[in-house]
């Protein structure tokens, strides 16, 4: 946005719209069948960090994510990471993780359906986006941060581009120095701590998800169009906006 607006585009035609998730489809699974899934990921009492993504370090630093868990298991031993997703560097992570000592901490799910990322979400005690401080990171509105946080599960990430936006200037989860090892390991181990202490926090991750529902981001691009349309037909020209 702030590129083409600086390119000398007009202000009327560029629109700054978040990405939009449909709320109905991410909310918290049930216990019984969480708990399954902890016995079949043998997680037992863990605390639990979540990354979703493609495993592809050209653009997704899963690797940061590693050397950052490495340090959180100094602090947190019970402490276990599940990296969901497939990718051409999926090998290259998992011999990362047991260079750095943490395979037996760590569980590589491969790609798993979408249907069961409510599921996934509700298991974990935080999701984890690692991110460098490059114009990528900026560029991006990771989706899957909204549907974390709409299924009541705080985030840690690299405070870059609109990402302290999304987590209400952290209110809903950790913003840490990006592309930071030390910095992200503490985000983790600060944000086990604060699951553990406030139970309302789940609650309040669902209702700061409310300007991403799908239908009040679909009203704010039509409304766009609308007025966009209704300048290049010229003054004095009438575009209803559909009901």
Request: proline residues 5%.
């Amino acid at each position: 946005y702030r590129r083409l607006s600086a390119s000398g585009i007009p202000a009327g035609n560029v629109a700054r719209v978040p990405s939009a998730v449909d709320t109905r489809l991410f909310v918290r699974s049930e216990p019984a069948i969480v708990m399954q899934w902890q016995r079949a990921l043998q997680l037992d009492l863990a605390r639990v960090a979540l990354y979703t993504g493609t495993l592809s370090l050209a653009n997704h630093p899963v690797d940061l994510l590693l050397r950052a868990f490495s340090l959180v298991q100094v602090a947190l031993k019970s402490s276990v990471l599940v990296i969901v997703g497939g990718g051409k560097d999926l090998e290259r992570l998992k011999h990362l993780a047991l260079e750095l000592g943490i395979a037996q901490q760590c569980r590589f799910t491969g790609r798993l359906p979408y249907s069961l990322m409510p599921l996934l979400y509700t298991m974990a005690d935080c999701t984890v986006d690692p991110v460098e401080a490059d114009d990528t990171a900026r560029a991006r509105w990771p989706l899957k941060i909204i549907e974390s946080l709409a299924c009541g599960t705080p985030v840690v990430t690299g405070d870059v581009g609109d990402r302290r936006y999304m987590l209400n200037d952290g209110r809903v989860g950790e913003l840490v120095v990006p592309g930071d090892a030390g910095a992200l390991a503490e985000g983790i181990i600060t944000m086990f701590a604060r699951v553990a202490e406030s139970p309302a926090l789940a609650a309040t991750c669902r209702q700061s998800t409310a300007d991403y529902e799908l239908n009040v981001v679909t009203d704010q691009l039509l409304a766009f169009y609308v007025r966009a349309a209704q300048r290049h037909a010229g003054k004095g020209a009438s575009i209803q906006q559909p009901k």
